[in-house]
């Protein structure tokens, strides 16, 4: 008997992967239900692969020193913080006391507030002040997931301060497939697609674009 074909996307596969493709953690399913709570601003939360990929990249690197541009309700960080070494340490940076409120709260919950330290100040002023600070080269992890518009600079001021064999780590690449559409010329859209463009033809870094959710790219600085 031939089966029908599953559209990679569909709520059956994911409830599948659920079930068999990770281990939950009752503190990220607790947080991700406190998440949809809030509505349409739910969508900015990364997916629960998305966010153990992180965890298992972090852990298989042993990677210490971290950045993470755009917190939101602070998922991605603990899955972050989970993969880093006991002693490591993740900057988090968010410009919103709201939604970092919630973060906060769940560190705790996951008894990793300790190796967070969260930082409220736009992005590409933190990043700055570490460049400021010469701490160039010395960052084994970043991940990006803040505003669109400044995704290409994030990309530049995140290839300085990570270290040679580092990764950067880069969410939305695929947009919602808006990336495809070359008579899309909003900021956000034309932004990630130049972006793309640049990553692709970048000497700097190796990287593999993957089609999880809507799309993360990975750096590796060589």
């Known amino acids: 008997m031939r089966t029908k074909d599953v559209q990679l996307n569909s709520p059956d ?4 992967l659920e079930t068999v493709g990770f281990k939950r953690d009752q503190v990220l399913v607790e947080l991700r239900k406190k998440t949809q709570l809030m ?9 629960e692969s998305q966010g153990k990929l992180l965890e ?3 852990r298989l690197g042993n990677f210490k020193k971290c950045i993470e541009i755009g917190v939101f309700t602070g998922y991605s960080s ?6 880093i070494d006991s002693k490591g340490k993740l900057y988090a940076v968010d410009t919103s006391k709201e939604y970092t409120s919630i973060a906060r709260e769940y560190w705790r919950k996951s008894n990793l507030d300790r190796k967070i330290e969260l930082i409220l100040k736009e992005g590409l002023d933190v990043l700055n002040e570490f460049i400021d600070k010469n701490m160039n080269g010395t960052f084994d992890f970043i991940f990006i997931d803040a505003d669109k518009s400044n995704y290409i600079n994030y990309y530049e001021k995140s290839i300085e301060l990570i270290r040679s064999g580092g990764i950067i780590a880069i ?3 695929i947009w919602k497939g808006k990336v495809l559409n070359e008579d899309d010329k909003s900021q956000s859209t034309t932004v990630i697609r130049e972006l793309n463009k640049l990553i692709s033809t970048d000497n700097r870094v190796d990287q593999c674009m993957l089609t999880m959710y809507d ?6 600085k060589l």
């Not at 603990?78 to 993969?83: Q, R, S």
Request: one cysteine or more.
């Open 13 to 16: 596969l994911r409830k599948y």
């Open 39 to 47: 509505g349409d601003a739910s969508i900015m939360q990364i997916g």
């Open 56 to 58: 298992m990249i972090c």
């Open 78 to 83: 603990i899955c972050i913080a989970k993969g």
């Open 171 to 173: 969410d939305n690449t």
């Open 215 to 220: 799309g993360m790219t990975l750096c590796q």
